[in-house]
Structure formats: structure tokens, C-alpha cells
Nanobody, 126 residues
Framework: QVQLVESGGGLVQAGGSLRLSCAAS????????MGWFRQAPGKEREFVAA????????RYADFVKGRFTISRDNAKNTVYLQMNSLKPEDTAVYYC???????????????????WGQGTQVTVSS
């Protein structure tokens, strides 16, 4: 059973930066595609970024392109989300997710990810 634990969330002013981490255990990390999603109060969970299992490709939601960067360290079983130029509308709970996807392009919909972390809160003040 794969387990994911997110960390790195917090309170930051608009324009600031945060780096989220997601540590995975219980599986062969390099075999998994990894994704980040977020959910704001009253809204549906939405895709943020994803990276394929061998770092072959990345995908981003349009609203984070140029500001967020997803990366992975297979030696540390960890995926990261570097978030720069944060905006108040980025406030949400951020979730890490993983799937045994063999596709070159990693999935971008929540239903394609069977394993999820507990989430970490990111709050951006104006």
C-alpha cells in the first residue's frame, strides 16, 4: 500500500514562495507518476501539476504555468512543488497523489490517481 505525506504548507504573503514536499513509501517510487492537486473551500479538487514516473514529462494547469515547478527525486522517494509569485487565489489545501501510470504524459484528472496524501494547507494573504 502506497502512503504519501505532504509537508511545507503555511501562510505566506502575496508574491512569496513556498516549496511543498511529498514523501512516498510502500512502493517503488520510480514506477509512479506523481501529481499535485488543490481544493479551496466550496470548490472542486483541481489539477495543479504532474510529473511522469521517470521525469520524462511534466504537465501544468494554465493558472500555474511560469510560477510553479514540479520535480522529483527518486533517490529520496519525494516529489516537490516549488510555488513562486503566489497569489491569494492559490489559497487551498494541496494534495499529493500517485498512480502506476505507464503513459509518457502523466494524468491530470483526480480519478486517475488511486493514492492520495492527507493534504497541506497553503494560505496566501493579500
Amino acid at each position: 500500500q502506497v502512503q504519501l505525506v505532504e509537508s511545507g504548507g503555511g501562510l505566506v504573503q502575496a508574491g512569496g514562495s513556498l516549496r511543498l514536499s511529498c514523501a512516498a513509501s510502500g512502493g517503488t517510487f520510480s514506477r509512479y507518476a506523481m501529481g499535485w492537486f488543490r481544493q479551496a473551500p466550496g470548490k472542486e479538487r483541481e489539477f495543479v501539476a504532474a510529473i511522469s514516473r521517470r521525469d520524462l514529462s511534466t504537465r501544468y494547469a494554465d493558472f500555474v504555468k511560469g510560477r510553479f515547478t514540479i520535480s522529483r527525486d527518486n533517490a529520496k522517494n519525494t516529489v516537490y512543488l516549488q510555488m513562486n509569485s503566489l497569489k491569494p487565489e492559490d489559497t487551498a489545501v494541496y494534495y499529493c497523489a500517485t498512480t502506476l501510470s505507464v503513459l509518457t504524459a502523466p494524468p491530470t484528472t483526480p480519478g486517475e490517481y488511486p493514492y492520495w496524501g492527507q493534504g497541506t494547507q497553503v494560505t496566501v494573504s493579500s
